[in-house]
């Protein structure tokens, strides 16, 4: 989908040329995000204000074009790739932070990186909590459009869980302000709709008084099943530790391979806890107490902050470590109970030893949140064809285990196919009034989450 | 609004006739709820069965009749009213309660009394937070249609936080299933929308563990600003517990007069507490000697389950003390940030004095929740202005503390007129369109949230 002339034209004239782009070849980024597909956008508009937001709407709805906002581009569920083509809005550069000490709120452009946010906090003694493992480079607009979560979400929640209100603009270009006392749940409507109704602009989020650190607990397992174990456990005491992640095997090599300056031990699976909080000491050694008991090899404690931060970067560094080693992944994010999560990651390992690819996994274990990642050339047709068997087969297996197809990660297009499998008729016909009535032309972000 | 003669017999054929009413003389209680408005509806239906509520929504939209679902009556914004006639639909006989301890979860119907569920829980050693002070007469299905929170809520969160899934009825008489994993924050959609959008069938709730019973603090004290510093410092102090409750001097009067077994000692102001939790003791230890640097008189500790039982009477019979006291009183439960709760009562008292009415306040102190009571004769034109006036002076004391217009009743009739105070008409044309989109004949609930 070429623009037109008078459309060109149109978007000329209407906003400041010196941050409208309409040639990519150098801006090869924002024609992509974490998914690694590729949709070139038909301009690109670099906004830096409220103002700008809503003219690029309004100017959208003018030109029949479509309107897709990106932040920092790390989506694995393609919410900020422009499918349909249309004006790519970045809001990269609205960035403020303020911070308030009084009411312990943190008002925020949606551009603002969520580890700045995250810093700017602590500085004051205070805490934002959602630590998607993006965090370091994820925008907060983004993380409010996919509701996403992190690893801390067991203990603390997800985004929503601290948005206290937001600014945004509607499909028709006014601006809407909504906060969680609005009624009919229009906070939670805003938040996790994949920016198919509306534009972030401003976000107002809760903070948490900084907790005591605590320390970091890691420990390899020979046996899947005892890392399990542990997990049923520590919950079935009533520890909460603020992380819980769980590494198979797989990853664990895939990790030390991509960084071996951090080598983890080798082992079927690995458990990273981090404890904080007035009951962090109890709570550190009752998990290592119970890591003992399952026959933890490898058990490591840390308590500086050092020793602490080496042992997250693994963990957050897995995602990249685990596309290094077989080039191309395609990562699921399904999500079952967690009680449920031993079968779910058994049923994994034998998916693994069906399939001719590469699967393996990890994730957030408190919570049941899971990322399994099918390793194979996308380009090879043997191996698409695994890989979509592979995703097929998870997807059953998590519905049938009462599960969720998407932890954090939201639908986007990557998921929209599987829609009917989890959702009712009803609920598809309820979403796709809302977005009819929200959105009546169709114009913001069109082509994710309805099959 | 008299039924017309096609109207009635319609109804007389296809709902079972002998749980179909016309005559309200013996069934007066069906007209009316907490706010003590009488509104008659043009029938009243026993139902039954998920089948029967589609049934009657499909007959309402056959013979274009308001349809109103009511539970136990017991709330105080009039959502269980039918303010403009038509058939009230009586859930209260759809009250089956399944506990699964293997998930943790209830799964109810929409009539199941809250404190019964709670019930049947703690006999399987789960736990139902929510506990909205008429938890013992309330249905879940009220509880979520008002979002209700409940005197633990700073600490266990409000009725939305433990549901999981519901059924329900759309307004075109369609069945839809809902979950938590629904994009479009469709539960939230549901959860809090006063009866206007759907009708509940079927709700599936988590359940907690059962937390180790801590202890209940009753302290009174003599001037109000140092009951509103020991809930500052208990706050201040990261102390948790799961009830904090407030009361004002005249409420201690009212709950003496009307229950002089259970006396409270008479003061300016009364705080109870209560803990729970591994860190029960310790806390309970914490509160009392922050109640003792604040000269707290009649400091009572009480950790059997009698004595508490009977400490909580008091607070749980308040509504009811308040108004056997003073015939009729007018209740508003307005929110601020609990930091703020110090000035609003301050400003209550102040009030209290400037008006020819009594005004009197009780709430929760954790989450900023004050339910003001102003008690006047409804009949008497003078007391009546004086309400008014009261009412819209702490409306606007409350948005000027940068609080909300209702912590957990609903909007309903009682508080429609004062939307547009709160909410921008960005916000107010938002649910207009969602409830356009969702019930185009204003069918389910008519005449409630709206202006």
């Known amino acids: 989908m070429a623009l037109n002339a008078q459309q060109k034209s149109v978007i000329q004239k209407t906003l400041p040329s010196e941050r409208v782009f309409f040639d990519f070849s150098d801006r090869s980024e924002y024609t992509k995000d974490a998914t690694e597909m590729i949709f070139p956008p038909d301009a690109l508009f670099m906004a830096e204000t409220e103002e700008e937001l809503v003219q690029a709407v309004r100017l959208c709805r003018q030109i029949e074009l479509p309107l897709i906002i990106r932040g920092a581009g790390t989506g694995y569920s393609g919410g900020a790739l422009a499918v349909q083509g249309g004006l790519l809005v970045s809001i990269e550069n609205i960035d403020e932070i303020k911070i308030d000490t009084r009411t312990k709120t943190a008002v925020v452009g949606p551009g603002a990186i969520t580890g700045d946010i995250m810093k700017a906090a602590e500085k004051e003694n205070l805490f934002y909590p959602p630590d998607p493992a993006s965090f370091k480079e994820s925008c907060i ?4 459009a996919e509701n996403a979560g992190g690893l801390r979400c067991k203990k603390y ?6 948005v206290l209100a937001c600014r945004g603009i509607d499909a028709e270009g006014k601006i809407i302000e909504i906060d969680h006392s609005s009624p009919f749940g229009l906070l939670d409507l805003m938040i996790g709709s994949e920016g198919t109704l509306f534009v972030f602009s401003e976000i107002t989020l809760r903070l948490l008084d900084l907790p005591r650190p605590g320390n970091t607990i890691q420990a390899v397992f020979d046996d899947t099943v005892d890392a399990a174990s542990v997990v049923a456990e520590v919950t079935a005491a009533g520890i909460v530790p603020c992380i819980m992640e769980f590494m198979d095997g797989d990853a664990i090599a895939c990790s030390n391979r991509y960084d071996p300056d951090h080598r983890i031990e080798e082992g079927a699976a690995m ?3 981090e404890t904080d909080g007035a009951a962090a000491d109890n709570e550190t050694a009752a998990i290592k107490a119970v890591c003992e008991k399952y026959a933890a090899t490898a058990l490591r404690l840390a308590d500086d902050s050092e020793t602490r931060e080496n042992l997250w970067q693994t963990r957050r560094n897995l995602s990249k470590a685990v596309k290094s080693a077989y080039k191309s992944k395609i990562s699921e994010d399904v999500c079952v109970p967690p009680s449920r999560l031993p079968q779910l990651v058994a049923y994994v390992s034998r998916l693994a030893k069906k399939l001719p690819i590469r699967v393996n996994c990890y994730g957030h274990a408190g919570d049941g949140n899971l990322h399994v990642n099918f390793l194979g050339q996308i380009g090879d047709k043997k191996e698409n064809q695994a890989i979509t068997e592979g995703v097929e087969r998870l997807f059953d297996k998590t519905l049938a285990l009462e599960g969720t197809l998407t932890g954090e990660h939201g639908i986007g ?6 829609m009917g499998r989890e959702f009712s008729p009803s609920t598809m016909r309820c979403m796709h009034r809302l ?13 994710k989450i309805f099959p």
């Open 413 to 418: 297009i990557t998921k929209k196919d599987y």
């Open 157 to 162: 929640g997800v985004t929503k869980d601290y």
């Open 271 to 273: 458990l990273l806890f």
């Open 435 to 447: 977005k009819k009535c929200l959105d009546p032309e169709n114009l913001v972000n069109p082509g």
């Open 141 to 144: 607009g983004g993380n409010l």
